[in-house]
């Protein structure tokens, strides 16, 4: 049983499909029925892909795998059942013989007056696909309201944290909202719309390479991106933030994008956790319980090229380590030796919109449209599926005028910043009754 179906888990899931071909049950329980490619995201908030592309069918991709589609609440690592909530609400249980624990991340939200009441998350196609149109909402407002300081306000959009998210979704965010705004006839000989990118850290993609951080600055900042470096919200409200230098900014857009915190059900599970991950061994099984394995953002997985520490939290590592518990559940069913997780870091691509990226594979340093040339290839070799749809949406954004237009398909409510309220994330027994 696999529960989750990220990075981590769909990659488990597909390497034990091919090999054991039916041999055993395989079973993957999920919220949705799609493995969602969580690179090219902020490519479809800014309108440049469609939701689809990003969206890879379980169904269509695992022909040996049987799809549960629900929400774990319950872990019962006594008697190796697990149970969980299907879509209509109804709860159902099933035993387990050997458990791939995928669960992955969730927003991390600080204790920020406003925060969860006025900022949008951005974790999933859901918050994607809200933001484009709340983006497009924007600007078509500020083109027909009347008062000047609204009409500033919303065109103005702040996003909080500098990282790999807060980064691509500020690139690509700038440039279709200048987009939408040259569309606007009533905006024409206004100002172009504002984006600032705050972060407390002292750089922008403070976790890479320097060069890698540089590039992605200096991009932004030719966009007219302000980044305010050293500095954060100190709160939240309905018509704009308070930075913590004091300074009021007006806006109706805070994008939270400061990271991402293990899934809840780790936590209750009431094993040993580093930093709210499942501490694992260096095979990724969960000490005392040899028939769980746990991998991607849930698991806290001992780095061996670094002594002393802990693979950081991205997609590169918990794809791999998807094929390393793969391999070990099969090492567990008489099909080989366990081998332990290890893997040296090849590098990391930033994609900053248009022909601009910022890449380093193999630590090579590379900028401009060389950059965005090896990122989008690496994307493409990396998707499991969908490849020429997503090749064919690229060249045609290069050729053809991007339609912006609100589809209205996710309101408000349904993106709450918190989406790891507690009526998702259920107690877990964890076999103790």
């Given at each position: 049983m696999i529960v989750g179906a990220g990075f981590a888990g769909y990659q488990a899931a597909r390497d034990l499909s091919r090999t054991l071909r039916g041999a055993v049950e395989i079973v993957l329980i999920n919220p949705n029925d799609y493995f969602l490619y969580l690179p090219l995201l902020p490519e479809v908030a800014a309108g440049v892909l469609e939701p689809r592309r990003v969206s890879v069918s379980l169904t269509g991709t695992l022909p040996h795998v049987r799809l549960v589609l629900g929400e774990v609440h319950g872990v019962d690592l006594d008697a190796r059942r697990i149970s969980w909530r299907d879509p209509d609400g109804r709860s159902a249980e099933m035993a387990y013989d050997r458990l791939v624990l995928s669960v992955g991340s969730v927003n991390k939200l600080l204790p920020i007056p406003g925060v969860a009441e006025h900022a949008h998350g951005f974790r999933g196609m859901p918050e994607a696909l809200y933001l484009r149109d709340h983006v497009t909402r924007q600007i078509e407002m500020s083109g027909t309201s009347e008062d000047p300081r609204e009409r500033a306000a919303r065109r103005t959009f702040v996003v909080v944290g500098a990282g790999y998210t807060g980064t691509e979704v500020a690139a690509y965010g700038v440039l279709f909202t200048d987009l939408l705004a040259r569309k606007n006839t009533t905006l024409r000989d206004a100002p172009p719309p504002r984006w600032l990118l705050v972060d407390i850290a002292p750089r922008v993609l403070p976790e890479l390479d320097r060069r890698l951080s540089r590039t992605a600055d200096r991009v932004l900042r030719q966009r007219g991106v302000e980044i305010r470096t050293g500095t954060?919200?100190?709160?939240?409200?309905?018509?704009?933030?308070?930075?913590?230098?004091?300074?009021?900014?007006?806006?109706?857009?805070?994008?939270?994008?400061?990271?991402?915190?293990?899934?809840?059900?780790?936590?209750?599970?009431?094993?040993?956790?580093?930093?709210?991950?499942?501490?694992?061994?260096q095979y990724l099984a969960v000490p005392g319980h040899p028939e769980v394995l746990a991998c991607g953002d849930a698991a806290a997985v001992p780095d061996l090229t670094r002594p002393g520490q802990f693979t950081p939290m991205t997609a590169q590592h918990a794809h791999r380590q998807g094929k390393v518990a793969a391999h070990n559940v099969l090492a567990s069913l008489g099909r080989g030796a366990p081998k332990p997780y290890k893997h040296h870091d090849l590098g990391f691509t930033v994609g900053l919109g248009g022909a601009q990226a910022a890449a380093n594979p193999l630590h090579i340093p590379l900028s401009g449209p060389i950059a965005n040339a090896v990122s989008r290839g690496y994307h493409l070799m990396a998707m499991p599926g969908n490849r020429v749809r997503v090749a064919t949406d690229w060249l045609l954004d290069t050729v053809l005028p991007r339609q912006a237009v609100q589809l209205g398909m996710v309101p408000p409510w349904a993106v709450p910043l918190d989406t790891a309220s507690p009526e998702v994330a259920q107690t877990v027994r964890a076999g103790r009754g």
């Open positions: 954060t919200v100190k709160e939240a409200t309905s018509e704009g933030v308070r930075l913590d230098d004091g300074e009021f900014i007006d806006t109706r857009s805070l994008i939270w994008c400061v990271g991402v915190r293990p899934d809840p059900l780790v936590d209750q599970l009431g094993l040993p956790t580093e930093r709210g991950r499942l501490r694992v061994d």
